[in-house]
């Protein structure tokens, strides 16, 4: 594997570039020499990670074609509850259903769900675009980490059609600004608040809540704690969730339009926030709050903004998310040194993440030339675009293969997000797979001179057995597959 020896420059850049971003393309070792730590450190900006290019739209823009779709869905509901033909009469009785308006409602309902998902798809490729091109390698790391922090998953479909936005829009300008404002845009997004069921979350004494059965939803409240704050082992009990649950009620997006004007028509309507949010009077539950130890008085929308922004100070959260960090970026078990140095300068800057970058950027671990861990299929895939030097050109086969290696697009299993040691990505089934993807786009490079671009895109980490097994391949095409599969590739 790699090549033993004294540090290089030339090393650390491999190291950066492969350890920190997603992969060296073509000549980038070289660039990146002449300063591997100050390339690290000068992509830690406060304005945030680049953005993917494209017209997509606001979250304000997606919730307004979100809503025509519920929209044009309840009115296909209430012609089958009227005994209106249907689409699925099919055939001979679909050509003689008298009703037009039931199939046109259908048909602009299936519409509408289209161009969602196409929408989707095609940010989700203008994001792995960036990935494959960036010359900011570790800001897309880091971002691809915390927006798996604050996992929101597309095996929703109302969480799904708002993934582009919400990683564009609540995560990507904060992850080098503060933990506690990333937890906010993260938490209060669209795409969070119906992912985990908040928009539907009802205050038991608020005045929606006494006029009908509706319940309590503690979803967003439990992960906050558990997932994305203090941990599962942070000290806190049922209380503060049920607690945090109810300062939270409220927390959902703006409603449609059509009930009615006046003060009450507002309160049902929401009080609009940044980036699609909206605050419901009417479902918040009314009193003071108390949450592990710290009283909170009643203050509407404030009130679940005040305890977010203490979760996310306290120490037990720098702890279990400097261990994270740790372990995502360097090994399966990392020291204890590093992770009290990233804990340190996260509790030094009160969560100022490009301090806690810049940390871990600086830290004689993070330098260790041994690869310790396994790529994702999403961090395998976007490698291997960046060292042939070529970008992803469709959304459909892209996806596919990713879905194929076990990681399909935007769409962690759980709330925990997808996993991140080498047990989880390295079976031999995972493998098997890899193989297939990997030949397929050998026999498409097969004109692509394999040893060259393994001495790019690895440089020094490049062992010698591989460059040979590499160099002696039978074909072009197979010499791609190898270097592709070789154990330095494989590794970050």
């Known amino acids: 594997m790699t090549r033993s020896g004294p540090p290089s420059r030339s090393r650390d850049a491999a190291v950066a570039l492969t350890r920190f971003g997603l992969g060296a393309k073509p000549g980038e070792i070289d660039a990146v020499a002449a300063d591997p730590k100050g390339w690290l450190e000068a992509q830690a900006r406060p304005g945030g990670a680049p953005v993917p290019e494209g017209g997509f739209e606001t979250s304000e823009q997606r919730l307004e074609s979100y809503q025509a779709y519920l929209a044009e869905a309840a009115q296909v509901r209430r012609a089958r509850r009227a005994g209106e033909p249907q689409p699925a009469m099919t055939g001979e009785a679909m050509a003689e259903a008298p009703d037009t308006q039931a199939q046109a409602a259908f048909d602009a309902r299936r519409e509408s769900r289209r161009d969602l998902v196409r929408d989707t798809a095609e940010e989700f490729l203008a994001r792995a675009q960036l990935g494959a091109t960036t010359g900011a390698g570790f800001a897309e790391r880091w971002t691809l980490f915390w927006a798996n922090a ?31 404002d990333l937890a906010l845009a993260a938490d209060s997004h669209p795409a969070m608040l119906l992912y985990l069921d908040q928009a539907q979350s009802v205050g038991p004494n608020s005045q929606a809540g006494e006029r009908r059965q509706a319940g309590l939803n503690e979803n967003l409240a439990r992960e906050i704690l558990e997932l994305h704050t203090v941990g599962a082992d942070g000290g806190y009990t049922q209380a503060d969730v049920t607690e945090f649950a109810r300062a939270l009620t409220g ?128 961090e395998f895939v976007i490698s291997a675009h960046r060292a042939m030097g070529m970008r992803p050109r469709r959304a459909q086969p892209l996806q596919q293969a ?15 997000g997808w996993p991140d040691t080498a047990a989880d990505w390295a079976g031999p089934d995972a493998l098997v797979k890899r193989l297939n993807w990997a030949k397929t786009v050998g026999d498409m490079a097969s004109e692509a001179d394999a040893v060259a671009m393994a001495d790019s895109a690895l440089g020094e980490r490049l062992g010698p057995r591989s460059r040979q097994f590499i160099a002696r391949a039978e074909s072009r095409a197979e010499a791609v597959t190898l270097f592709l599969m070789s154990p330095e590739f494989q590794r970050r």
């Open 150 to 180: 604050f996992t929101v998953s597309a095996t929703k479909f109302q969480a799904a059609v708002f993934m582009g936005q919400y990683e564009r829009e609540a995560v990507r300008p904060h992850v080098f600004g503060r933990f506690e």
């Open 251 to 378: 927390w959902s997006i703006p409603r449609q339009a059509g009930g009615g004007r006046g003060r009450r028509a507002a309160m049902r309507a929401g009080q609009p926030g940044e980036n699609g949010f909206a605050f419901l009077p009417v479902v918040h539950e009314p009193g003071e709050r108390s949450v592990m130890g710290r009283r909170y008085p009643a203050n509407g929308v404030e009130q679940g903004r005040a305890i977010l922004k203490d979760l996310s100070n306290r120490p037990e959260t720098a702890r279990r998310l400097a261990r994270k960090i740790a372990v995502h970026f360097v090994s399966d078990t990392p020291s204890p040194e590093l992770v009290s140095a990233l804990e340190r300068a996260w509790s030094q800057s009160r969560g100022d993440l490009a301090v806690v970058a810049r940390a871990l950027a600086t830290h004689p671990d993070s330098w260790a030339p041994e690869a310790a861990k396994v790529k994702t299929p999403y």
């Open 402 to 416: 990713l879905a194929q290696m076990g990681q399909p697009a935007w769409a962690a299993p759980s709330p925990e």
